[in-house]
């Protein structure tokens, strides 16, 4: 007969079930707590908006790794993306004197674009995600390096207005990145599309068995990384009022980091953009912001971020565990029960 767990060990495990789902928003209240006793000027509405307004690039970009992540897979070529994109549609407002609104729908189309590479590589090809997307993550950033010689190119004038440009007290870009996720998210909830993707990310086989598209539904979760990476890298560099060759260096492992950190799980299947990824974004730029306000290293925000990463990935690991155990545990409790003789 199988043993049967005691209540301490059921308690157990359902303290250890809730840490795993809300323990970073526990950890999130204790931050905000910490950071608002030790810097005054943390918790005020100046700061917040600001907060949001630095967060808004890293909103957008996330969203649209949201999708590929849930379906199990990963496209750290993000961060080039935002800086080919941007680093073209620059050269095209600067040096060949193209109309902002006309630059601004070429850069979309060339994130969609990259977004559509990477998924023909994967769906057609059949080549590994995470070997596609570092692939492209380096030739990419290779072709705008050499596009740009390395300079700093500065916005013209009037498009560098926009980066500070309010509604209101807010600024423009926090709204453009909430509506973004907003949309994100009615996708991922509301659509035959959305279901679709956690459904391959559940089990790809058996979505496929059951009549989903898996190559088509996989081939647009990319574009859609893709062009939201590139709308990412607009609103930095807007923000930024030049195009450079660190805009989105680094920026596919924080989004990454972000998306762990707001409940999505690397292993696909489970997770959601809103609250969850816009949570992970809120957590990283709180932490980064109080780092600030308390007068930090700014060598020490890369050692905080590894930390972050490693810490998140290792819940998203035991998080994996849990519904097997549990599952197991339940079982067990079930064969040991005495069984009913039919009549």
């Not at 974004?281 to 007068?295: D, F, T």
Request: glycine letters at 10%; one cysteine or more.
């Amino acid at each position: 007969m199988l043993p049967v767990r005691s209540s301490s060990e059921s308690s157990w495990a359902r303290t250890r079930q809730f840490l795993l789902s809300h323990g970073f928003e526990i950890v999130l209240v204790l931050v905000v707590l910490f950071y608002t006793v030790s810097a005054p000027r943390f918790l005020t509405a100046t700061n917040i908006i600001g907060l949001l307004h630095a967060a808004a690039p890293l909103m957008a970009i996330a969203a649209g790794l949201t999708l590929v992540v849930m379906m199990g897979k990963l496209d750290i070529s993000v961060g080039s993306t935002a800086f080919l994109t941007t680093s073209v549609g620059t050269l095209l407002m600067v040096r060949q004197g193209v109309d902002p609104l006309l630059t601004l729908l070429i850069v979309l189309a060339l994130g969609a674009l990259i977004g559509a590479l990477n998924g023909f590589i994967v769906v057609v090809l059949r080549i590994n995600p995470l070997i596609t997307t570092l692939g492209t993550m380096i030739g990419l950033r290779g072709i705008g390096l050499e596009l740009t010689k390395s300079t700093n190119i500065s916005l013209p004038e009037d498009v560098r207005r926009l980066g500070n440009a309010t509604i209101g007290p807010i600024f423009v870009d926090i709204l453009i990145a909430l509506a973004i996720m907003a949309i994100i998210h009615l996708i991922h909830r509301r659509t035959a599309f959305g279901r679709q993707i956690m459904a391959i990310g559940n089990d790809a086989d058996t979505a496929a068995r059951l009549g989903v598209r898996v190559p088509r539904v996989t081939f647009l979760a990319f574009v859609l990384c893709g062009l939201l990476a590139a709308i990412g890298g607009v609103l930095t560099v807007v923000q930024v009022g030049a195009v450079s060759g660190s805009i989105g260096s680094g920026l596919e492992f924080t989004a990454v980091s972000v998306i762990v950190i707001g409940g999505i799980s690397l292993f696909g299947g489970e997770g959601s953009i809103l609250p969850g990824a816009l949570r992970g974004v809120l957590m990283l730029e709180i932490i980064r912001n109080g780092l600030n306000h308390l007068g930090a290293d700014p060598y020490a925000y890369r050692f905080v971020n590894g930390a972050i990463i490693f810490i998140a990935m290792y819940a998203d690991s035991l998080r994996a565990q849990v519904p097997v155990e549990t599952h197991a545990f339940e079982s067990e409790e079930v064969s040991a029960q005495p069984r009913t003789q039919s009549p």
